[in-house]
């Protein structure tokens, strides 16, 4: 079980500081000096089968010599539903069992350059960044309406690539000097299934709903989310 002094919920969004506390740190990780490391936010309500595929796709595609999943925590405005931290950091220690390259790690922030910030104490070998992330995700990254697009584009790209799935269609770039000029940092995962129907959301329905979800999640999480009774109405 991941201890409960890791994940303590106390003054996680007081400080303006990003913070990451590394939960499982992967077992064949970075070399010394340098490497590449993949990042894969989200909220983990649970942890599902497309969080993998993407996973070693990416680090098959990229050579990737680690991947950190990256569990932001919720904000403290928002209701926390589902799973509990501790429960959804179980779901995932128990689905990288076999893929000893992941660690996992709970962040303070969501926003990439706030996890870069946040990763920094734990990576001092000062690897290459690549994080992994939906089409659509993407999009709205280098779409945002900015209060200084250039300079905002400029400090993610000279600050971690791109590795995006897609999501019922490619990734495609608008046509302006600022993306063209980053492109080669932005790169297309090329998944070896279609996975557009594997999601949290539908997890978490069909358990609602009495379905089976085995097909959804990696091995022992179906098991773990029956035994704790989450996600059923009460």
């Known amino acids: 079980m991941i201890p409960s002094l890791m994940v303590d919920n106390t003054g996680m969004h007081e400080t303006q500081i990003p913070r990451l506390d590394l939960i499982l740190r992967a077992s064949k990780g970075l070399p010394a000096n340098n490497g590449r490391l993949g990042v894969l936010g989200g909220v983990y309500n649970p ?36 799973a509990s931290i501790a429960q959804r950091l179980e779901m995932m220690r128990i689905s990288i069992t076999d893929f000893p ?16 910030e946040a990763l920094q104490p734990h990576y001092p070998q000062n690897p290459e960044l690549f994080f992994i992330t939906g089409r659509d995700v993407a999009e709205r990254i280098i779409s945002w309406p900015y209060a200084d697009p250039r300079r905002a584009i400029e400090q993610m790209f000279e600050t971690f690539q791109l590795l995006v799935f897609p999501r019922r269609r490619k990734l495609k770039l608008p046509e302006n000097d600022l993306i063209r000029k980053y492109s080669h940092r932005i790169h297309n995962l090329q998944l070896p299934e279609n996975i557009d129907h594997v999601s949290s959301t539908e997890v978490r329905q069909r358990v609602e709903a009495g379905l089976d979800i085995n097909n959804l999640v990696p091995m022992g999480v179906a098991d773990y989310i029956e035994a704790h009774n989450i996600y059923r109405v009460h």
Not at 75 to 80: A, G, N, R, Y
Request: overall charge neutral; some cysteine; charged content about 10%.
């Open 47 to 82: 942890i599902t089968r497309a969080h993998l595929t993407l996973t070693q796709a990416a680090a098959e595609q990229f050579n990737l010599q680690e991947v950190i999943f990256v569990l932001s925590k919720i904000s403290p405005h928002k209701p926390l539903f589902g």
């Open 101 to 116: 390259f992941i660690s996992v790690g709970l962040c303070t922030h969501g926003l990439f350059l706030d996890i870069c």
